[in-house]
């Protein structure tokens, strides 16, 4: 392995904030009510006893867990849990549905064994093209949850099936997925600030 070139890094480095920084400002610019309203389906749905089904692959996986560990552990307040599963976080359900059905199968099959209408589906794309992502909005609608969409790039039918979409319209994964962890974190605050009482009073 050769050694860092200490410019080439720098170069590098500032690239990588440059382009973040921008594309979150592009962002804000145009996703604010998207957001509120995203959030706002949450706390509908946590208040009526409903919960949060969330999914994506990869780096989107990991969003996906990173909402629900806010959601059922606590974003910034002391509160009661509020309901969140990860549909991504169960090896042997998810090993055993790639393998009797198709990995395109492995979220869409969660929804409806645990989603309930009123219930509220995360789905997260990097791409908004994701084929089990994609399976899962579609078994999402079918079952009367509401879809809260986070995509990159265009959106694609993700982004365009979805009852909120907060699109963050970049072809890099890494920059979107920069992104979509201030969304995520946006979304968290404000159902913690808007949602808590409303919620915590059932």
Do not use: W
Not at 89 to 113: H, K, M
């Amino acid at each position: 392995m050769r050694p860092v070139d200490a410019s080439a890094a720098d170069g590098v480095a500032r690239r990588t904030f440059e382009e973040t920084i921008g594309l979150h400002q592009r962002v804000s610019a145009q996703a604010i009510p998207e957001i509120a309203r995203a959030a706002s389906l949450i706390v509908e749905a946590l208040a009526a006893g409903g919960k949060v089904l969330a999914f994506g692959n990869g780096g989107s996986a990991a969003d996906a867990q990173h909402l629900v560990a806010e959601l059922v552990g606590r974003f910034q307040q002391d509160r009661r849990g509020f309901a969140a599963i990860a549909l991504t976080t169960d090896t042997s359900v998810l090993t055993s549905v790639a393998n009797d059905y198709g990995f395109d199968r492995v979220f869409a099959r969660q929804i409806e064994a645990l989603g309930r209408a009123g219930d509220v589906a995360v789905a997260i794309s990097t791409s908004g093209e994701s084929p089990n992502v994609a399976a899962g909005v579609e078994a999402a609608d079918r079952h009367g949850l509401r879809v809260v969409a986070l995509t990159g790039r265009n959106g694609g039918r993700i982004g365009a099936h979805a009852d909120v979409h907060v699109n963050v319209p970049h072809a890099s994964a890494a920059r979107v997925q920069e992104v979509h962890r201030t969304v995520i974190h946006a979304i968290c605050e404000i159902v913690e600030i808007a949602g808590a009482e409303k919620i915590t009073g059932r």
